[in-house]
């Protein structure tokens, strides 16, 4: 797997196995801080303090992918402006405007097909391509910006896990689970330098006074990932790899030499990483309860979430045949090994708010 | 055929038959006007009277299609503000964001891919998704916005033409050729509907002191669409539907159900139009020359233009099987009757200029 940067977009279309049907465990999350979003934008916001002529409110969600969660959020985000600062005020009547960020192989096309009509709409739509590990939009000008459950993506796989000579090598596993301490160092330095890249990119974009709302995920402090139930998936599906590999349907070294650019942080370590960056202030960061955090999940919608987010990049990989063999033989793994939801650990989801100094 | 508002986008993809392979002659169209479009910029163009904050450059170009034509215009533009004004001047060094506007049906997926890399682009890039018939961004959030080779789509086909028991019903016509008196008032109305709509909508959209541009088709005062090269061809093409009927490879009734939503308006039609609208002013209105018009063009290179421009429309219309014959059977047909270029009247190009009151 070649270390630089490359983006992986969710599954595109809209059939049974693209994100756009298969992210409801993200939906769920989304919903469950729909209403601390509308509280924080109350709270937080405040529109004639920024600029007493304006007359569009621009909004951004950065790696919206396809839909139809992105939807929602704006939706909720633009309900909370109006219901209270634009009515108390009385100010001009305000537009907004919203853009829709992702990779530039993103499927905007299904974006743009899936979402409600202008004539339905209460904002004006445009979409943005481009890494948010990089500008993506003029100075000073978005309002309110958005991600959710993107920025443990990152912008590439860290240098040295696939390097054969490093320590940090990667060989057996195809994620950072925390097993290996050099791999997960590899990881943190990525982490590290590509959460900068992306509260940097966001200050300038961001006006003065303007929110940044993240929804993310990430491990209780102490917490390895392999221990957690969605490391555990991730680890199982590099197992049905590795059986692949005996059998000569792929190669071990084509797996020695594959990582997932994601990286979980632990939930103080992420908060330190936000804090030095001084140009915005974290008005609120804590663990927040995903809505379905203690319904055991389907094997069916495990594998179909992680179908769902693994196909691509798997898929540049190994190829067509691999990715397909590989989640009917996960599916049975599962079913052979069905995860103790109980038992594990798991990934938390966490909130941040962070106001633009 | 559906009269109700519906939108063809230009074949997809980058394909051999797709429109971003075979735009060469809008692109000769616009190179053509290049450098008015420059002068413009110089002339009518004031940065600093627009406002003396500006940190943004916001740019549209309304019916962009797939590129790579609407690339080059927005790098032209871009290039005209960034030399003059801006070094001249010595503001705040300018952002530049542009939209690039299509119906939601157009290929955004092949427009983002075929961009540059944001690294050697000197602009923010947004699709907007969207009729240009309606409101597609926020008010006074442009400053300058381009169309060419848009506006002789209307927003659907005009009431009657296709409709048996009306006296506009455009029988033995897949256009409004202007043979028919009754048909060309029809889509008169209708243009005229659209074209109001259009002004009125980038009225409101452009800054005031922004501009419009625009490059488009029309017709010399007194000519009809049935005398020019471009309105043969496409008469050309209903012929070979016509002989696809009597095979019994469609059928006549689909034929006289069908009839394109496009319309050329003569010179002066068009100038009075645009001059009833208050909110711009025109600053300049001329034919222009289009560079290869003294050019007779290849069989090849007309069947491909046209099939580009209109393979979606017949194919949803007639279906896949009869677009390709009849593309086949158009192909022959030029062959064995190879226009005349010398002996047609021409489509004539015009550029205008509007400055935002």
């Not at 920024?50 to 396809?66: E, K, P, Q, V, Y």
């Not at 907004?96 to 499927?107: G, H, I, K, Y």
């Not at 974006?111 to 202008?118: D, K, M, V």
Request: proline share 4%; hydrophobic share 35%; with cysteine.
């Amino acid at each position: 797997m070649s270390t630089s940067s490359h983006s992986y977009p969710m599954s595109s279309g809209d059939d049974q196995h693209s994100y756009n049907n298969n992210s409801s465990y993200q939906k769920a999350g989304i919903d469950g801080i729909g209403e601390k979003t509308r509280q924080c934008i109350l709270k937080h916001f405040d529109l004639l303090n920024l600029n007493s002529n304006l007359s569009t409110l621009r909004i951004a969600d950065f790696g919206c992918a396809t839909g139809p969660n992105t939807f929602h959020i704006v939706e909720n985000i633009i309900d909370s402006v109006k219901s209270t600062h634009v009515k108390e005020n009385n100010v001009v009547p305000l537009e907004f405007q919203v853009f829709f960020n992702d990779q530039p192989n993103n499927d905007f096309s299904t974006l743009f097909r899936t979402q409600s009509p202008s004539s339905e709409r209460e904002y004006f739509s445009a979409g943005v391509p481009g890494s948010f590990y990089d500008r993506v939009l003029p100075r000073n000008s978005i309002h309110i910006g958005h991600t959710s459950y993107t920025t443990h993506w990152l912008s590439k796989v860290p240098e040295h896990v696939c390097d054969k000579k490093s320590l940090a090598w990667n060989k057996n596993y195809i994620q950072c689970n925390n097993l290996l301490e050099e791999v997960t160092r590899a990881y943190q330095v990525q982490f590290k330098k590509d959460m900068k890249v992306f509260v940097e990119a966001r200050a300038e974009e961001i006006v003065p006074g303007g929110l940044m709302i993240v929804l993310g995920q990430c491990l209780l402090d102490g917490v390895p990932l392999f221990k957690t139930w969605q490391g555990i998936v991730v680890d199982m599906i590099g197992d049905c790899l590795m059986d692949m590999a005996k059998e000569g349907l792929t190669s071990e070294e084509k797996i020695e030499l594959f990582s997932f650019p994601v990286y979980f942080p632990q939930f103080t370590e992420l908060e330190k990483e936000i804090e030095q960056h001084k140009s915005f202030t974290i008005e609120m960061m804590e663990i927040v309860r995903h809505p379905l955090e203690d319904t055991p999940l389907s094997n069916k919608v495990v594998i179909s979430m992680f179908r769902a987010i693994l196909y691509t990049i798997i898929k540049e990989h190994f190829g067509e045949d691999v990715v397909n063999e590989v989640f009917d033989r996960f599916a049975k793994k599962l079913a052979q090994n069905p995860i103790d939801f109980n038992e594990c650990e798991k990934n938390v989801n966490y909130f941040m708010l962070l106001k633009r100094k």
